[in-house]
């Protein structure tokens, strides 16, 4: 099977369907860090998503499409902040250009996102506890001809991090792993790359479940 993975650079997913002998790429505007540039494209993916491909999952960035960054529409006066506003439209654009792509199976994973109101609510909702990973991180999945995924080894939530609201005052809570994160960037792309992370209970299972062994 012919397998691109869209939006990826860590090269996650892609060296899960090649140890079941797809032939796989990630493609992303970054360099791979995943220890494999023969797989990767270092390139906009519309530049490659017609070249034949039976498979495609990809991972649009977040930044402008996670409800977590709401907040960021409106500036402290109320008005509108019409460039965060055009970000998000350029955003779901670029979504939609994915998903009607001439490729017969299709998956796009994001977290929680305007996706859902926007243009489709998603197929199915997976963490990585459902995976063997004892990590909480709600992905959403829209599918094109493809079966939802079936949990493989359900685990524990995972730890949080509790801390207090500088402005309300509140208790909340973070997963460990994401917060963890957060402290390790030391930029603004790196916060963002680690944020993104696909844990590797559900990238196997993406691999296993719709390409299995050749």
């Known amino acids: 099977?012919?397998?691109l993975i869209a939006c990826e650079e860590s090269q996650a997913v892609t060296k899960e369907f090649r140890k079941l002998g797809h032939e796989a790429f990630s493609c992303d505007i970054l360099p791979c860090t995943g220890g494999h540039p023969e797989w990767h494209y270092q390139k906009d993916v519309f530049q490659v998503i017609n070249e034949g491909w039976d498979l495609m999952i990809a991972h649009p960035p977040c930044t402008?499409?996670?409800v977590s960054g709401a907040r960021w529409l409106y500036n402290k006066d109320g008005s509108v902040n019409e460039e965060r506003f055009y970000n998000q439209r350029q955003?779901?654009?670029f979504v939609e250009m994915l998903m009607k792509s001439n490729i017969n199976k299709i998956a796009i994973e994001n977290p929680i996102s305007v996706i859902s109101s926007a243009i489709r609510k998603p197929d199915q909702i997976v963490q990585p506890y459902m995976?063997?990973?004892?990590a909480s991180k709600s992905t959403c999945l829209w599918l094109k001809?493809?079966?939802k995924l079936t949990p493989t080894n359900l685990?524990?939530?995972g730890e949080f991090f509790e801390f207090k609201d500088r402005k309300t005052g509140k208790i909340k809570k973070q997963p460990m792993w994401y917060?963890?994160?957060l402290q390790q960037a030391?930029?603004?792309a790196e916060r963002r790359t680690l944020r993104s992370k696909t844990f590797k209970g559900i990238a196997e299972a993406m691999a296993n479940q719709w390409g299995g062994n050749i």
């Open 145 to 147: 001809n493809l079966p």
């Open 179 to 181: 917060y963890q994160a």
């Open 1 to 3: 099977m012919k397998v």
């Open 131 to 134: 995976f063997g990973d004892s």
């Open 91 to 93: 955003a779901l654009d």
């Open 64 to 66: 402008f499409l996670a």
């Open 186 to 188: 030391k930029t603004p």
């Open 155 to 157: 685990v524990n939530k």
